[in-house]
């Protein structure tokens, strides 16, 4: 390796440890650093080895900060990360790591602080809002009526 790739990699490996990223990230970088194709896979590759660079790591990690923070809901999440080039195996056990009880917790309390903010009298424009509301964070339709309807009762 020569002495460009090596402070290539030593920047790369900086890159990584200050937060979880992805391999297109990396590669991106690389390339604004006019660094492309096998060079930008072998430092790739050493920073994989090194465990500066895993995707597994990265996908739990975003899927979690995004659901606690952001209260996003699974929808958005997994098509967050397969903008990233998280697929297949990662994907799913960056979802699993959203337990279903506080899944549905967190929507329950993101309705009823959503349902606060609504000054209609109208419960059918009332429900609509909401249901737009948690559609548009990411849940699903069918969880969203579930969770209002366990509300009316």
Known sequence: MTEYLKDALRKAASFCA????TQQEVRDRLNDWDIYGDD???IIAELISQNYLNEGRFARSFAGGKFRVKHWGKRKIRQHLQQRGITGYNLDQAMNEIAPDD??????DLLAKKR???????????KQKLV???LSKGYESDLIWQVLGAEDE
Do not use: H
């Not at 200050?18 to 990223?21: A, L, S």
């Not at 903010?117 to 424009?125: A, E, G, S």
């Open 103 to 108: 899944y549905r917790a967190a929507l329950a």
């Open 18 to 21: 200050y937060q979880e990223r």
């Open 132 to 134: 737009r509301f948690a």
């Open 116 to 126: 606060r903010t609504i000054r209609d009298d109208n419960p059918l424009v009332v």
């Open 40 to 42: 930008a896979e072998e």
